[in-house]
T-cell receptor, first 111, second 115 residues
């Protein structure tokens, strides 16, 4: 149990729809990172938030966006869903990179 | 930019036998190195990490890894595996300077323990 909570655990959406995924970080952690893990692949970095500001972004289109709130919880928003967006989305919180703790993930299926 | 190569996608091992999971990395800057384990339908759990100092790093569940800078490797080892070690193992690298903390993962190695 890492203390990082993601919701929902599973989600099914239709192509073209929008989705919001949520992450509650571990107490005392001010950095949240989001990763996409396609089936059979390693996680891919989407972006990171540090004290409510974006602090680095991976190779993902602008329809992937995020927010971090004053309590350091975070949201990942994906617009105009595509079939290839189907994946496990992982949130990790850290006080610094040496202590990245991952949540259980949200399994998104786009049909 | 960093990259990670895990050469073995699947490794079957008999119970109580030793195992080595291979990881090689590429980076133009100094790095931190990590091994994570993922059980079915779960998130990632940190097994061990190399930040600096001793090149032999000990982690949880009896795993250890050795950082070899000249060979740019960070192989994971366990002297005697158990059925409960069946899982997916990911090697990851990050830059060690502020602003370069994202984790870059390999494609994973599926470890299967044969009774």
């Amino acid at each position: 149990e890492t203390g990082v909570t993601q919701s929902p655990t599973h989600l099914i959406k239709t192509r073209g729809q929008q989705v919001t995924l949520r992450c509650s970080s571990q107490s005392g952690h001010n950095t949240v990172s989001w990763y996409q893990q396609a089936l059979g692949q390693g996680p891919q970095f989407i972006f990171q938030y540090y004290r409510e500001e974006e602090n680095g972004r991976g190779n993902f289109p602008p329809r992937f966006s995020g927010l971090q709130f004053p309590n350091y919880s975070s949201e990942l928003n994906v617009n105009a869903l595509e079939l290839d967006d189907s994946a496990l989305y992982l949130c990790a919180s850290s006080g610094h990179i040496m202590e990245a703790f991952f949540g259980q993930g949200t399994r998104l299926t786009v049909v | 930019a960093q990259s990670v190569t895990q050469l073995d996608s699947q490794v079957p091992v008999f119970e109580e036998a030793p195992v080595e999971l291979r990881c090689n990395y590429s980076s133009s800057v100094s790095v931190y190195l990590f091994w994570y384990v993922q059980y079915p339908n779960q998130g990632l759990q940190l097994l061990l990490k190399y930040l600096s100092g001793s090149t032999l790093v000990k982690g949880i569940n009896g795993f250890e890894a050795e950082f070899n800078k000249s060979q740019t490797s960070f192989h994971l080892r366990k002297p005697s595996v158990h059925i409960s070690d069946t899982a997916e193992y990911f090697c990851a690298v990050s830059g060690s300077n502020f602003g370069n903390e994202k984790l870059t993962f390999g494609t994973g190695t599926r470890l299967t323990i044969i009774p």
